[in-house]
């Protein structure tokens, strides 16, 4: 079983930075491209950013791009979500996950482990 644990939420005000960490318990983590969603409260979950298993490739969402870094460290089974120049309309609740896909994908479909979730509240 895989479990992935996000840390790093919390209330910042918007200009702000946060760094998310995604932990992952199993060391099959270095295989797998990874991704991050968020999901605000009344709104379908929607795709933020993904990484590939090395960490070569990225891609991200147009509304944190240039904003939102996605790095991974696979010696430490964790990925980070840096997020900078934050704004109100990033107040989620923050996944990681697990892609299935070999190729980056937007598609939360093709994620088959999530975490349980970390709150960003970005005030005006």
């Known amino acids: 079983q895989v479990q992935l644990v996000e840390s790093g939420g919390g209330l910042v005000q918007a200009g702000g930075s946060l760094r998310l960490s995604c932990a992952a318990s199993r060391r099959a983590f270095s295989s797998y491209n990874m991704g991050w969603f968020r999901q605000a409260p009344g709104k379908v979950r929607e795709f933020v950013a993904a990484?590939?298993?090395?960490?070569?490739?990225?891609n991200y969402a147009d509304s944190v791009k240039g904003r939102f870094t996605l790095s991974r460290d696979n010696a430490k089974n964790t990925v980070y979500l840096q997020m900078n120049s934050l704004k109100p309309e990033d107040t989620a609740v923050y996944y990681c996950a697990r892609s299935t896909l070999i190729s980056l994908t937007s598609s939360g479909d093709e994620y088959d482990y999530w975490g349980q979730g970390t709150q960003v509240t970005v005030s005006s």
């Open positions: 990484i590939s298993w090395s960490g070569g490739r990225t």
